[in-house]
């Protein structure tokens, strides 16, 4: 195999211009998307991968709520 003659590697570093395409560092744990390696992530203690936050919560089921006033404890009350 032909090394290349702006990064001298065979296949071309991520970086430079004769590189086909952004290579693929894994997958979404959630959505499956490609994760490549010209984008960021997200990571978890976990070590699990995610395309964007919103995957992150949604694989961990966190929802933002608002409180009710159901969630207050009687005990909080003054009266
Ligand atoms: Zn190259
Ligand atoms: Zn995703």
Redesign the pocket.
């Known amino acids: 195999m032909q090394s290349c003659d702006i990064c001298l590697s065979s296949p071309c570093k991520a970086s430079c211009p004769n590189a086909p395409e952004p290579p693929v560092m894994g997958h ?1 744990k ?4 490609e994760l490549r390696y010209d984008y960021n992530y997200f990571r978890d203690t976990n070590d699990d991968i ?3 936050r919103e ?1 992150a919560d949604a694989f961990h089921g966190i929802t933002e709520e608002e409180w009710s006033s159901d969630d207050i404890e009687e005990g909080d009350y003054y009266d």
């Open positions: 979404c959630m959505c499956n998307d995610f395309c964007s995957c």
